[in-house]
């Protein structure tokens, strides 16, 4: 398994753009699809997006699509989400997660998790 660590969250106005790092120990990190997941107050932790192993396909949610962007950059171990047309309702605690295919990630699944970075957008 890898370990995760989240970077780069923060408080941001509406409109504005953040982008959360993730990075991975391990010498295995190439080999894992990984993804992003939040959780807001009271509600459940959601899918956000995922890429697989090579960087060659992802996926998203819909409420995302357009705004946000995945990212991997294998020589640092390390994915990132890129957060643009910051929402409000966006407002929630991100995790990236590790697993073997984008499939699982999409269906809420993780091998590896981090422990999470706040992001707060304000109206």
């Known amino acids: 398994q890898v370990q995760l660590v989240e970077s780069g969250g923060g408080l941001v106005q509406a409109g504005g753009s953040l982008r959360l790092s993730c990075a991975a120990s391990?010498?295995?990190?190439?080999?894992?699809?990984m993804g992003w997941f939040r959780q807001a107050p009271g509600k459940e932790r959601e899918f956000v997006a995922a890429?697989?192993?090579?960087?060659?396909?992802?996926d998203y949610a819909d409420s995302v699509k357009g705004r946000f962007t995945i990212s991997r950059d294998s020589a640092k171990n390390t994915v990132y989400l890129q957060m643009n047309s910051l929402k409000p309702e966006d407002t929630a605690v991100y995790y990236c997660?590790?697993?073997?295919?984008?499939?699982?990630?999409?269906?809420?699944?993780?091998?590896?998790w981090g422990q999470g970075t706040q992001v707060t957008v304000s109206s």
């Open positions: 391990g010498r295995t990190f190439s080999s894992y699809a």
């Open positions: 997660a590790a697993h073997l295919s984008v499939g699982p990630l999409v269906a809420g699944k993780g091998r590896s």
């Open positions: 890429i697989s192993w090579s960087g060659g396909s992802g």
